[in-house]
């Protein structure tokens, strides 16, 4: 398997210009995780979802920002509009059930909003 | 809320010596812990899975202990290499199934 998928590797864009990020999780993968990573905030859990259901969304800092997982292989992860402070690294990872065993991790968008 | 900390924060020391490297946290219903390396710009990469019935797991030159009741968890690398720097992170797999990480440990191995 390829393993966890993100598009694109880099955006940059301009403030309150709407960003969509991909991703594909590894095949037979059921929950799904898209975190941020900051200097200042370390990795933060924006939500995550088991079986195409939104399980928590508690981390998602605004309603600027929007999560979608219409099927078992994409979720996008949308952020309109964006904002300098949304400038980040943001990760999905992907396990096989909701608990017990490993997640693995896509290489990451950098986002960057001037 | 799991609050996961690592000790310390940054640790630099000469190649062949062994590497401790600490995460505690703070709500011992977990299901499992992992420890991720992360090398600069680049994403995470798993290393060793514990789940919360074991009390630790080794690959190669790596151990991870795990003590569920105190809240803490040890990545020992032994004989360090150069190639073993980089930013070493816990996560913590909780009961409500979020992972929890901690704000790791950059660790630089001098040749």
């Known amino acids: 398997d390829a393993g966890v998928i993100q598009s694109p590797r880099h955006e940059v864009t301009e403030m309150g210009q709407e960003v969509t990020l991909r991703c594909k999780p590894i095949?037979?993968?059921?929950?799904l995780f898209w975190y941020r990573q900051t200097m200042m905030r370390g990795l933060e859990l924006l939500i995550y979802?088991?079986?195409?259901?939104?399980?928590?969304d508690s981390g998602m800092p605004e309603d600027r920002f929007s999560a979608k997982m219409p099927n078992a292989s994409f979720s996008t992860l949308k952020i309109q509009p964006s904002e300098p402070r949304d400038s980040a690294v943001y990760f999905c990872?992907?396990?096989?059930?909701?608990?017990?065993?490993?997640?693995?991790f896509g290489q990451g968008t950098r986002l960057t909003v001037v | 809320k799991q609050e996961v900390t690592q000790i310390p924060a940054a640790l630099s020391v000469p190649e062949g010596e062994n590497l401790v490297l600490n995460c505690s946290f703070t709500d011992s219903a977990i299901y499992n812990l992992q420890w991720f390396r992360q090398d600069p710009g680049k994403g995470l990469t798993s290393l060793l899975l514990?789940?919360?019935?074991?009390r630790e797991q080794t690959s190669g030159r790596l151990n991870a202990s795990l003590d569920k009741s105190s809240g803490r968890s040890t990545l020992y690398i032994a004989a360090s290499q150069p190639g073993d720097s980089a930013t070493y992170l816990c996560a913590v797999r909780s009961n409500d199934y979020k992972l929890s990480f901690g704000a790791g440990t950059t660790v630089t191995v001098r040749a």
């Open positions: 514990i789940q919360s019935s074991q």
């Open positions: 095949s037979g993968h059921n929950s």
């Open positions: 990872a992907s396990s096989q059930n909701r608990g017990a065993t490993e997640a693995f």
């Open positions: 979802f088991n079986n195409n259901v939104p399980i928590d």
